[in-house]
């Protein structure tokens, strides 16, 4: 864009805002547009000295010049040469001066912008006399711990922290992306920093308007550069698409597709944080604009690679599954003032194209009770609404597949931080386990479909209760193809009861554990589960979930019996592996993403019997630890949720005795997360205050 043409967008964009507020009532005088431009240019300062600090720490840990153990996303660990403090300093008395006349009285009018301090830094306005903002020297401090905790956040959701070598490829990659975060972060401060600065200068109210103006063109210029620069620096040529994969997933970026990865580091990192962090500098509200989240939750090798799994029974076989990539997850949020502490329950989007609550007695049409009558969506015959979390789950274990739709049975509840991403989510699930298909097609598959979660049904179900019907793919699984809420299994095949395998579980972006404090079948030995006497469907970790569900106590063994593992001696090292063995036999023709088989074998004919090549892949046992521990992580753009709990029995002996029941249930789960606002849920919440929500 020439001088010219830039000149002529800013005047334009002034002209506008002018008209806008024209004629208007309070227009700010100039002592009040000092003020503001003060405190603009000094907290974008302030954050360009941060994330430089961020940046060059990053840049020399991955060069091996500091230690690994070195948290470079915290800035005062950054910061080695100590330069900050003096930074901060500076900028707080200038925006004091700024900001106050003489008597040291806040300029008129100033204050009434500046409610309180959210979060990550809502304690920065406990020193004075409310529980908000007092002065300027308290906004001055909020501002500029803002400029420090949210810079925090975002480079940790952005670069991460990788805990082994990137190898050269790597520190080119991630030297390209700190270096344009950094340039694009503060372009967008700077440039919504002067347009509003002209704003103010023709007199309007005391508002923000420049939320998501760029009449220079500089700042889609830098998120453009940034784009340009992960996609030259970060993405291999050359190789399958499951190497690529592999290649960027080591650099400990925020995603591992180059599609992803521009999109999480340019759109999202740097134009939401960038956005919401100069907006501060001109409103802090009194109320937090959030109001729901959506989650879409990865599997362990999909659409990108991260931890997520799920384990199951006491003997190992049932380790590490897979879950359906990519399928969809939605939370109502209702939030204290500063968004530290909002109460979550969940959103059905029943008239969305991805909704995930369907009628018992059609699962392809849309409906908004949770596990209950819904008389005004569902069919007269059952008219039953279930919420499902995620499409119906394929596993295949011994060869003895089954499909597991997975029921949400009651609204979800707990608590987050939006702007952190800190969760505690109560989720009641029921497993309902199924006989499978076959055990290479475990659960009925949606074919042909052409853009999952879209609401078009261009594909069609194979196999289960709505064979050769329409279907839209919900979630892809990397073994056994794609599922359907449209597609799931027919009801006679269900062996866990009309109401399915009760689980308590409990998700958490810190840790939750499950305990050894149960007697088990072996003399002498301690488990982490039983069934409740009254109901053995239920697995129990003491009394209180027996006696909540009316289900006497948590005493009860039976299935495969009660055992702390199925280790050589009973040895389960800390990785989760039987230390002294045994070792198991798989069939290595049909194999799951990563090459583990999971067609068990004694000899080739059992192999045969499956088309499944020879009986020639040999694994490690796997195994629970003492106590179950399911790690969480907590993040604005993504969340880790860790939960583990108790599974109980189904009536079918043989899937008892292949899954190792009853026994514990972990589940890792690796969510893509963005918050949406309250005022208009199609837009994304810009952190730390959604200045951006209509």
Known sequence: MTKLRARLALTACFTTVFLAVAGSAGAQDAAQAKCRASLAKNTNKYLKAVVGAVTKCHLARDNGSIAESTDCNDPSTADSAGKLPTLRAKAQASMIKACQDSLGSPVPGILAMYARCPSPSETSDDGGATAGIDGVSE????????????????TTDVLGLPDEPVGEAGKD??????????????????????????ADKLGGPIEYDCVDQDPSGKIDAAVDALAAAVTAACVPTGGSDFEQLQSIDRFGLCADRPAQLVDCIANKGALLYGSGLIATAYELPDTCRAGGLRRTGHARIGSQLTGSSLSAGYNGLAHAIDLNDAFHDAVDLDCNEDCSSCAVSLDARKDQPDSFCRCVNDSSISCDVVNGPDTDDCPALDNRCRCFFGPPLPVSVSSAPTCEPVLIMADYEGTTDVNTGELDQKTLVSALIHLGEVV?????TCEGDVTPNDGVRDGECLGGARDGQPCDTNGVHSTFGSHSHDCQPPPVKNISGGSGLLLDFNFTTTQDVLPYNLPCDDPGEMCPCRVCSGDNSIGCNDDSFCAANGAGTCTAGGGAGVHPNACDNLDCGAD??????????????????DGRGYITCTTDADCFAHDAGTC????????FTNPVVAEGESGFLGQ???????????????????????????????TDTEVRCASDPDVVYAPPTGANCP
Do not use: W
Request: proline share 4%; hydrophobic share 40%; glycine share 8%.
């Open 440 to 444: 290479d097609r475990p659960c009925p």
């Open 640 to 670: 880790v949720l860790g939960t583990a709990a108790c599974i109980g029995l189904t009536s079918n002996t043989a899937i008892n005795l292949a899954s190792g029941l009853p026994s514990a249930v972990r589940v890792i789960l690796d």
């Open 576 to 593: 989760g592996f039987c230390t002294e063995g045994p070792v198991r036999t798989y069939c290595d023709g049909k194999t799951h993403a």
């Open 616 to 623: 020639s892949d040999f694994q490690e046992l796997r195994c």
């Open 173 to 198: 990659c991630r030297a390209a992306v700190a270096k344009g975060l950094a340039k694009a972060v503060v372009t967008i401060g700077k440039e919504r920093a002067k347009c509003q600065k002209g």
């Open 139 to 154: 906004l001055a401090a909020c501002l500029l711990d803002l400029q420090e905790d949210v810079s925090t956040l975002m």
